[in-house]
């Protein structure tokens, strides 16, 4: 069955050993718990969990069932979100255990696509159904499962993480698109996170068409655009840079406090989040195809790049 890489989630709570560096060669390993470090990626039309170790590469298939659609994984501290779309779920994993521990049903009619999870128990959950047109986003209590409030955000644009929590207020992506021609509008709603009033609809260019958020070390909101990534101070609520990557930045993670990836169609791309300086633009991106829906991750200085069309993840050497 064809399987989707559509997004890799790191377990950072299984830390017992160090991760191998990525040229490592594999070894054999009969464990059967599991031990030191792993990475996860769900797989949408096998509706299972696989699971890879990261010092040995080798590959343990089905580790966990899924929903119909799973869209989203998200790490906690304790536990590890699944978002699943045609279910309007959120499922609570162990991946200690490998075991589903609860789950949080949504409204009916509703399609959850991501979760960004806040202080405490609490999280962001962005509904976006096209066949009902419903566009929100929802204040939930993780931790009781339970409903707290609801905003309309009628031109949401879809990223990878759905929305940022900074500075006390809620940023979210928004476009004005037809499928196959450049948006015509684009901009970011800010909501006050505590009140969970609109705050205001900052413009961005018409043709941004903003497909990625994230907050850097920094502190500062970093929006993958159409050009590159556009920079906003969420202090004085204004865009101070514009890296010009020249490619659409699709996903953006983090090396350090002044390194940053970006993933653009084929490969990946760098930048100084904090002096706005190129690194690395689209021409001489690290070759990474992505396939269809690819997304990648970085830890202990490697990136991992799933790849649908080749039911792949990739490992990049990022000092090399």
């Known amino acids: 069955m064809k399987k989707i890489f559509a997004l890799v989630a790191l377990s950072l709570t299984l830390a017992a050993c160090t991760t191998p560096k990525p040229n ?5 390993t009969t464990a059967a718990a599991p031990k030191g470090m792993y990475l996860y990626v769900f797989n949408g039309l096998g509706h299972t969990i696989d699971e890879i170790n990261l010092k040995t590469r080798e590959v343990s298939s089905a580790v966990i069932k899924t929903g119909p659609v799973p869209s989203q994984f998200v790490m906690g ?10 279910s309007a779920s959120i499922d609570l994993l162990d991946l200690r255990t490998r075991t589903k521990s609860d789950t949080i049903n949504l409204r009916t009619g509703t399609s959850p696509i991501t979760l960004t999870l806040a202080e405490g ?4 959950v962005m509904h976006s159904d096209f066949m009902t047109n419903l566009k929100e986003i929802a204040w939930m209590d993780l931790g009781t499962k339970t409903l707290e409030a609801t905003a309309s955000v009628p031109k949401l644009a879809w990223a990878d993480t759905g929305c940022v929590v900074a500075n006390g ?4 992506p928004a476009a004005e698109v037809v499928y196959g021609q450049p948006s015509t509008e684009s901009g970011l709603y800010v909501f006050d996170y505590a009140t969970r009033k609109l705050l205001q609809t900052l413009p961005l260019e018409a043709t941004d068409n903003p497909t990625a958020i994230a907050l850097d070390p920094n502190g500062m909101v970093e929006i993958g655009v159409s050009t590159g990534v556009k920079i906003l101070d969420p202090k004085e ?18 090396l350090s406090a002044d390194k940053a990836y970006a993933l653009v169609e084929g490969g990946l791309v760098s930048f100084n989040p904090k002096t706005g300086d190129v690194l690395r633009p689209a021409a001489n991106k690290i070759a990474a195809p992505t ?3 690819g997304m990648f991750r970085i830890f202990d200085g490697a990136a991992y790049v799933s790849n649908f069309d080749a039911d792949t993840v990739r490992v990049i050497d990022l000092a090399t």
Do not use: C, M, W
């Open 121 to 124: 128990k609490k999280g962001l």
């Open 24 to 28: 490592e060669a594999p070894t054999v």
């Open 291 to 293: 396939g269809s829906s």
């Open 169 to 172: 207020k809620v940023y979210v």
């Open 77 to 86: 501290n304790d536990t590890t979100y699944l978002v699943d779309s045609v």
């Open 237 to 254: 609520n204004k865009v101070t840079k514009h890296v010009q990557l020249g490619a659409a930045a699709k996903a953006i993670r983090f």
